[in-house]
């Protein structure tokens, strides 16, 4: 488990935790490498239609959404944050 101090105010503590193990990094890692193959793919078969840019910019966001589900430790702080 690993927390990052965000914000301290008084009592009141807000933390970001991050699961970081032996399993997260393996998903991590076969994430990224799917995301890497597609991206590869798709560069090649997407090239020159209008919406390239904006299907490169879906394919990030969707990405980082799915490291983070894997990070997250819970779903009540998956669905806060």
Do not use: C, K, W
């Amino acid at each position: 488990m690993f927390e990052i101090e965000i914000v301290a105010v008084s009592r009141t503590r807000i933390t970001l935790s991050l699961v970081v193990d032996f399993i997260s990094t393996l998903f991590l890692f076969s994430v990224t490498l799917i995301a890497v193959r597609v991206y590869l793919f798709s560069s090649y078969y997407v090239q020159g239609m209008p919406a390239y840019n904006q299907f490169h910019l879906i394919l990030a966001i969707f990405v980082i959404s799915m490291l983070v589900l894997i990070l997250r430790p819970n779903l009540f702080s998956l669905i806060l944050g």
